[in-house]
């Protein structure tokens, strides 16, 4: 498994945060992921993107049945440029993690994170954990402690 995996884990534990950690079949997309993982609802999912800003790279966070607004974000970040990140660029900022993938611990790439308001309507969401057969449930309230994430209305 990508380290980034046991890295995630372990800030939870030392949290004494309360997970369930699933292994499963591959799957890259939210809609794929939805249903493999069977018991959780497609809003549910967390989708982790990383994109190009003016100033470097951050990660946004949506529901995994919304898309992120650019226009949203533009004005959140306060930038002009807002463009997904390359291959190369997302294997270099995760150290190797694949697309679809990606968990929404931008904080432990190093990137600054917005989630969208809606990830915190849920009684709890679920992710990749940075490989395509792992993922994390857990209280989104919970993820915004050790995230902390910038949070806005980023979705559409």
């Not at 809609?31 to 993107?49: H, T």
């Not at 995760?94 to 915190?120: C, E, Q």
Request: glycine content about 6%; overall charge negative; charged content about 25%.
């Amino acid at each position: 498994m990508h380290p980034i995996v046991a890295a995630i884990r372990s800030l939870l534990d030392e949290h004494g945060i309360t997970y369930t950690f699933l292994e499963h079949a591959s799957g890259k997309t939210s809609e794929e992921m939805c249903a493999i993982r069977g018991d959780f609802s497609l809003s549910e999912g967390a989708k982790a993107l990383i994109v190009a800003l003016d100033n470097g790279f951050a990660q946004i966070v949506v529901p995994g049945d919304k898309k992120f607004s650019s226009s949203k974000l533009r004005k959140i970040a306060e930038t002009k440029e807002v463009r997904f990140a390359t291959e190369e660029e997302l294997a270099e900022i995760t150290d190797g993690v694949l697309p679809g993938a990606v968990p929404p611990f931008g904080n432990l790439f190093n990137i600054p994170v917005y989630a969208d308001t809606r990830i915190f309507d849920n009684k709890r969401i679920v992710f990749n954990c940075g490989e395509r057969t792992a993922s994390i449930a857990m209280n989104p309230e919970d993820y915004r402690t050790v995230v902390r994430p910038i949070v806005a209305d980023i979705a559409v």
